[in-house]
């Protein structure tokens, strides 16, 4: 059966470090792998999108890596600050005749002072 | 401007009774969507229409009717509603075409069954 699953329900870090979220999925063929954040009472906001054949992606502190072999995606929050605490979820966009995305399960981020 | 706005924000409802749900988009996007985030924040597809026309209908009970009247509007009607349909309700909408299927997100409408 398909199935995206992210490292953990949530994950704390202490302010100043690198955050690192997974993604991992199986049974699916992506061809471009997205990342989305929530916050609380909100709706998921895009924040970057990786093709296939890209292996890294970078956007101010964020990089993304999508590795097609080990079905995965590392999603890096570098120099973590409290306001990046929120729910971040991975989505797979695969080839096909219509446009759909599924989303993984989510990481809670919480970065604590 | 809000680019995807739905409403109500909250619904509070008894159970058995049909209420609706509307999205309008301003982004000028051909495709349209209906996601459920359940108590466990799981975000899963309902439905989606291109240009009015219904392209996705994962396995939803036909309770829930979508209507696009227009290519920026897409509303969500529930009939008979159920205790199991508590939930945070997402439009979303996105441009046509390849390789950008991005996402863009509604507020939510957090749907209360008693």
């Known amino acids: 059966s398909q199935k995206i699953e992210q490292n953990s329900e949530a994950l704390n870090i202490q302010e100043g470090k690198t955050a690192t979220l997974t993604c991992n999925y199986t049974?699916?063929?992506?061809?471009?792998l997205q990342w989305y954040r929530q916050d609380p009472g909100r709706g998921p906001v895009f924040l970057l999108l990786i093709r296939e054949n890209e292996k890294e992606k970078r956007k101010e502190r964020l990089k993304v890596t999508f590795d097609t072999t080990l079905k995965q995606s590392l999603f890096h929050i570098t120099a973590s600050q409290p306001a990046d605490s929120a729910t971040y979820l991975c989505?797979?966009?695969?080839?096909?005749?219509?446009?759909?995305?599924?989303f993984g399960t989510g990481t809670k981020l919480q970065v604590i002072p | 401007d809000t680019a995807v706005s739905q409403t109500p924000k909250y619904l509070v409802t008894q159970m058995g009774n049909d209420k609706s749900i509307k999205c309008e988009q301003n982004?000028?996007?051909?495709?349209m969507y209906w996601y459920k985030q359940d108590s466990k924040k799981f975000l899963k597809i309902m439905f989606s229409?291109?240009?009015?026309?219904?392209?996705i209908n994962e396995t939803v009970p036909n309770r829930f009717s979508p209507k696009s009247p227009d290519k920026a509007h897409l509303n969500l009607h529930i009939n008979s509603l159920e205790l199991g349909d508590s939930a945070v309700y997402f439009c979303?909408?996105?441009?046509?075409?390849?390789?950008?299927?991005?996402?863009?997100f509604g507020a939510g409408t957090r749907l209360s069954v008693l």
């Open positions: 049974n699916y063929s992506p061809a471009y």
């Open positions: 979303a909408s996105s441009p046509s075409g390849r390789p950008k299927n991005i996402q863009y």
């Open positions: 989505a797979l966009d695969e080839s096909g005749g219509y446009q759909k995305v599924t």
């Open positions: 229409y291109n240009n009015k026309e219904l392209i």
């Open positions: 982004l000028g996007h051909d495709t």
